[in-house]
Structure formats: structure tokens, C-alpha cells
């Protein structure tokens, strides 16, 4: 197998793990990038769905704002903030926050309206505020939807933090893009083989993190 | 905002050529997903036991970042355009088998009993009943998946010109014209929502019975 012989190669040269261009300084800045995008992405879209979700208003809106969202493509997005706001990591976190957005509003409120509504009546009846409604019943209940939102936003910004390489920038997408102009086809096949296991690790902690605070109850066989 | 629709002579084509070449490169991949996943969804439908590790593969193959897809390609099928489209199929196929079977299973087991009275086969209950209860499950999968690869072809850019509207984003850095950047972006983002819009009628026209209101 090629590819397998080029993976072995990159990861087998130990050029490659160490100094500003080896394998862990370029996977740790990959994660700062996206943990810094995941990071705005949740602060924007979570507040935002809980309180939609809970009242269930706004449904609509949401969808079309996350129609627009997913429908902007983040490659041309990046490159034209490159060039209107120049170098820098900004360019880079706007693609990336417009792109895990839409997937963690929808999920949220998606997940807050399917929450079965007579424990929440129940809760309402027992003098619970509104505020310890939404996050004493409706949060535990709806959180491995939410959750499964926060995933696919999460594994998306992985993946396409590789195009910070484009801008300039570092990340994964430094051994890629490199390689490609460079003709290294040993270091592209690296890059892409270290931004698919770091995705794969992503799917694993969030598997985790579910496995640690869906409540017993609350899990589906 | 002169020569926004000056197309580079590089890219030997017409704004209109690159609009018909990213929607091939977009679409036919979807159309391929939806092809393959059909019966890949029956079968998850049919035996239960497979639905889950399927699962598990389909949320594996889209963990892989479309860049990396591409280039690990390139080996195989050089930098042409069947590199783009091949991660884009594997994407749309990865959408479109938990919508589809999702849509398959929430078709009421009264009504398949009542079909299987009225004498259907198999074959003609999955065609006249299960499918089409299953269309607006399955119309939200295939917007889902037009999109994101209506979008993701530009990325195709980065193995030799193969990202269609995407191409004007490096010749936007080439010939410092960022007014073909934003063209690029704007008329992406355009055809992505038509091609939204249309799906969301053709949902309305294969489903007289749907309320109008739930445009979701």
C-alpha cells in the first residue's frame, strides 16, 4: 500500500517531531485553533438555542439563519477575510465559528422541543422558575442531543482548521499545504493522516464526556 | 466593483461555465450518495443488528477533513475533478443513510399492516408507502448534504484548480482582485440556498398531505 508506506516514512523521520514544524507544535496549535472556535461557536449558539428552545419560538428564524450559515462556503470565507482583514487568526475563527454555529443552535433547539413536555408541566406544577425548569429538566434530558450538536460542530472545525494553512497560519494544514506546493507527498499523506486521528479523538472525548453526564435515565439502549 | 465578473483568461471558462461545472462537481455526488444509500438504508431498516455498526463507519468517514480526503486521493485518481467528487459522495452518503433510515422507521406499523391487508408486496409497500412517508426525513438529509457540498467544492481549489468557483479565490490572491473573492463567496452561497429553496418544493410538491406552514 502507497499511502501506508508514505504514513510510515513521515511519522518514522524524526526530523518531524521537533522544532516549530514538528508534529507537536503543530498539532498543539491545531487544537488551540479549534478549541478557541468551538469555544465562540458555543457561546453564541448555545444561550441562543436553550432560551429558543425553551419558549419554542423563533423555530423559523433559526432555521434560516443556519441555512445561511452552512450555505456560506468557509474556504472562500477564509480567503476573503485574509484579504479584506489580513493576517492574522481572525480571518480564521470567523469561517469556523459561522460554520459550527448552525449545527449547535438547530441541535439545541431541536433537542429542548423534543423534550417530552409532561415532566416538564409536572416541574412547572411543583412551583419550579422558569430558569430551573430549563436546566434542571429540560437540559439533563435534551443534553445527548445537544451534545451530539456540539459533536458534529466539533469535528467540523477539526477538519477544516486545516485551511488556516492557507492564510499563513499554522495547524495541520501546514504539512498539507506544504507538502502539496513542495511536492512532498510523504508530508501531505502525514498531515491528512494526523488531522483524521485528531477528528477520530474528537469523536472519542465527546463520546466520553457522554458516557460522564447523560444521567442513567436519561440513556437510550 | 469593476471586473467582478471578469473571469481571469487562466481559468479558461465563463462565470456561467464555472457556475454549470461547480454544480456537476457538487451534485453528482450527492445524487451518487443518495443512489448508494438507499439501499444501504433498507438493508439498516430490514436487519436491525446492522444499523448500529454502520453507523459507527459512516460517523468515522466523515470525521476524515474533505482536504485530507482529496489529497490521499490524488494517489489514486490524480488532481482531476473524481477526486473532489468522491469525498463529496462519501459525505452525502454519510448524511443521508441516518436520515433515510430514520425516515424508513418512522412509518406507523399500523399503516404497513394496513398496506400488507390491502395485499402490497414488499416491493410495491417500500415504494408506495415506505419511501414517500419517508420523504420529508429523507428531502432533510439531501438539503443538508447539497449544501455543505455545494460549499466544500471550493476547497477543491487546493489540488490544482479542481474547486470550480473556488478557483477565483486564488486568483483573487494572484491578481490582487479581492472583488473575485467575494464573487466567488457570494455566488456560492447563492446557488447553495437555490439549490435549499428547490429542495424545499420539491418536498411540498411529493407531499400534498404536509402542512405548509413547517418549512423546516
Not at chain 1, 30 to 55: D, F, K, M, N, R
Amino acid at each position: 500500500m502507497n499511502v501506508l508506506n508514505f504514513i510510515h516514512a513521515f511519522f518514522s523521520d524524526s526530523s518531524h517531531w521537533h522544532g516549530y514544524d514538528g508534529i507537536p507544535a503543530r498539532v498543539w496549535e491545531h487544537i488551540q485553533y479549534s478549541l478557541e472556535a468551538l469555544g465562540y461557536a458555543a457561546l453564541i449558539g448555545l444561550p441562543v438555542g436553550l432560551v429558543t428552545g425553551h419558549y419554542g419560538r423563533g423555530g423559523n428564524t433559526l432555521a434560516l439563519i443556519a441555512t445561511a450559515g452552512r450555505a456560506l462556503p468557509s474556504f472562500g470565507l477564509l480567503v476573503l477575510m485574509f484579504i479584506w482583514l489580513g493576517f492574522g487568526l481572525l480571518p480564521v475563527m470567523i469561517p469556523l465559528v459561522i460554520l459550527a454555529v448552525p449545527p449547535i443552535l438547530v441541535t439545541t433547539y431541536e433537542a429542548l422541543r423534543s423534550v417530552d413536555p409532561s415532566p416538564v408541566d409536572a416541574a412547572r406544577g411543583m412551583g419550579m422558575t422558569e430558569s430551573r425548569i430549563l436546566f434542571q429538566v429540560e437540559l439533563p434530558v435534551a443534553l445527548p442531543l445537544i451534545l451530539s450538536g456540539l459533536r458534529s460542530a466539533a469535528i467540523q472545525i477539526v477538519s477544516t482548521a486545516t485551511i488556516a494553512a492557507y492564510v499563513s497560519l499554522g495547524g495541520l494544514g501546514r504539512y498539507i499545504i506544504d507538502g502539496l506546493y513542495q511536492k512532498n507527498y510523504e508530508k501531505v499523506v502525514g498531515g491528512a493522516t494526523l488531522v483524521a486521528a485528531m477528528a477520530l479523538v474528537t469523536l472519542g472525548i465527546f463520546w466520553a464526556v457522554a458516557r460522564l453526564t447523560v444521567s442513567p435515565g436519561v440513556r437510550r439502549s | 466593483m469593476s471586473g467582478f465578473f471578469d473571469i481571469p483568461s487562466d481559468l479558461q471558462n465563463t462565470y456561467f461555465g464555472l457556475i454549470g461545472l461547480h454544480l456537476r462537481e457538487a451534485l453528482i455526488p450527492v445524487l451518487a450518495g443518495l443512489l448508494v444509500s438507499l439501499p444501504i438504508a433498507q438493508l439498516c431498516v430490514r436487519f436491525r443488528w446492522l444499523y448500529p455498526p454502520v453507523l459507527g463507519v459512516t460517523t468515522i468517514l466523515y470525521a476524515i477533513p474533505s482536504l485530507a480526503f482529496f489529497v490521499v486521493l490524488i494517489d489514486y485518481t490524480g488532481q482531476t475533478e473524481t477526486t473532489v467528487m468522491i469525498p463529496l459522495a462519501v459525505y452525502s452518503l454519510v448524511v443521508l443513510v441516518p436520515a433515510i433510515v430514520d425516515g424508513v422507521r418512522s412509518v406507523p406499523a399500523e399503516t404497513l399492516a394496513a398496506a400488507t391487508a390491502m395485499g402490497l408486496g414488499p416491493v410495491r409497500r417500500y415504494f408506495q408507502v415506505q419511501l414517500p412517508i419517508a420523504v420529508p426525513a429523507i428531502i432533510a438529509g439531501l438539503r443538508v448534504a447539497t449544501v455543505s457540498s455545494i460549499s466544500l467544492v471550493s476547497v477543491g481549489m487546493l489540488i490544482g484548480n479542481q474547486g470550480a468557483l473556488g478557483n477565483l479565490l486564488n486568483d483573487a490572491n494572484l491578481y490582487h482582485r479581492p472583488e473575485l473573492a467575494v464573487n466567488s463567496v457570494v455566488t456560492t452561497a447563492v446557488l447553495a440556498i437555490l439549490a435549499d429553496a428547490f429542495l424545499v418544493l420539491v418536498r411540498r410538491v411529493l407531499t400534498p398531505w404536509m402542512p405548509k406552514e413547517s418549512t423546516r
